[in-house]
């Protein structure tokens, strides 16, 4: 039964809808003709998680075919790198790729061009003029971008290598009244996110429990995108006027703020199996998953693991979780069946922080996560399992 999916929608649903997808010997994905126009508004649904769920799909090595309209082709064949969903679905290993003529008819058509495109892409200033896609195609021998990897080590680049790397990025979106050692920290706290979280990647997304690289379907992937969040603010820092606030101490304020949203996904094992050493089995329950990504995040909390790679200080999630809070960020997580999320946003309520008196993290978070689903809960909802890992954040640029 070959299963019919509009893009970007059909990777967009719930769990319940996705599901039924697994069933299928063969998948039509159909990039949607007004592509480029849903693609510049809004996201409801993390563009990450649509990955995750591609690339689910892929690896059950059916057949696969892409049917594009004409349309969306030039735009998104010259510069696949500002569509990081389509981008992935370039680099899939088992789809052959068609054209939708004026009269329906289906031809054949050779992506690699565009593929080279995006093997070939840099990491651009202009950062946001668009979102950019660094993907890692690793199944197919272009795994190591040069904007990410050392051209004289094996390994990723240096961490000032990183922090130069975002200098440049968010130069632009730096504002005018911002003093320099603001800026810095800010840069910094960037820069160490995207490390860490790309070191991650390296270290666990590119090959299978029998440390072999994957073979078919191996995509690891670095995402920039400018967003908008609703911040609230108290009535008492409201326009730098004191006294409204004190009249009116209990109102709140909603403003919509520019945010930089970075994602990184791979194909790989998940942070269970990662963790474990074990393939995911039908006797692995969702508080397993739970409980190994909080082991994650503990393996460093308490400064007792001392391991670290040349040039990365291979602190890992709580590394992020820490950079979130003095940038007044969002972390959101999904593997397997598991979703877990931290939220540092201004006016949102604090949980999970270490008290004020606490001899070891005094005012640092707690190496907790909270359910997406439920928010201020630490039970885990069920998801749809999912290959890989993905780890979302969002930070506000004001």
Not at 122 to 128: C, I, K, N, V
Not at 216 to 232: A, H, S, Y
Not at 347 to 357: N, S
Request: proline share 5%; aromatic share 8%; net charge neutral.
């Amino acid at each position: 039964m070959q299963t019919h999916i509009t893009l970007p929608s059909g990777l967009q649903g719930d769990a319940d809808g996705f599901n039924r997808f697994s069933d299928a010997t063969a998948y039509q994905f159909e990039v949607s003709p007004n592509y480029l126009e849903l693609n510049s508004e809004e996201q409801t649904f993390p563009e990450v998680v649509a990955i995750q769920r591609l690339i689910s799909l892929a690896r059950r090595a059916v057949p696969i075919i892409v049917l594009w309209h004409k349309k969306v082709t030039e735009r998104v064949f010259e510069s696949p790198s500002l569509f990081p969903l389509l981008a992935v679905l370039l680099c899939l290993d088992n789809a052959s790729h068609k054209i939708l003529g004026d009269t329906g008819t289906a031809l054949e058509i050779d992506v690699e061009p565009s593929r080279q495109t995006l093997y070939k892409y840099r990491l651009t200033a202009d950062l946001f003029s668009d979102i950019q896609i660094l993907i890692c195609a690793d199944s197919r021998g272009h795994g190591r971008p040069k904007s990410l990897y050392s051209k004289k080590a094996s390994g990723l680049i240096a961490r000032d290598d990183f922090e130069s790397l975002v200098d440049r990025l968010l130069a632009s979106q730096t504002a005018p009244n911002v003093s320099a050692s603001q800026a810095l920290f800010f840069s910094q706290a960037i820069a160490t996110i995207v490390a860490e979280l790309f070191e991650n990647t390296d270290n666990h997304g590119r090959l299978g429990l029998n440390q072999v690289p994957f073979e078919t379907n191996g995509i690891r992937g670095l995402i920039f995108r400018r967003v908008k969040i609703e911040q609230v603010e108290s009535l008492t820092t409201a326009n730098g006027d004191p006294t409204i606030g004190q009249a009116q101490v209990k109102k709140r304020l909603k403003s919509e703020v520019q945010a930089l949203e970075i994602s990184v996904f791979d194909s790989g094992v998940g942070f269970f199996s990662a963790y474990t050493r074990r393939a995911f089995s039908p006797e692995t329950t969702l508080d397993d998953e739970w409980d190994v990504l909080h082991k994650c995040l503990e393996r460093h909390y308490d400064g007792t693991d001392s391991a670290t790679q040349a040039s990365h200080r291979g602190m890992g999630l709580y590394e992020v979780l820490r950079a979130l809070q003095s940038v007044h960020g969002v972390l959101e997580v999904r593997s397997g069946r598991a979703y877990g999320f931290r939220t540092f946003v201004k006016g949102e309520f604090k949980f999970q922080l270490e008290p004020a008196g606490s001899a070891l993290r005094p005012g640092m978070p707690k190496p907790v996560l909270l359910d997406v689903t439920r928010r201020f809960v630490t039970v885990p909802s069920p998801h749809e399992l999912l290959v890989g890992a993905s780890v979302r954040v969002v930070i506000p640029l004001n």
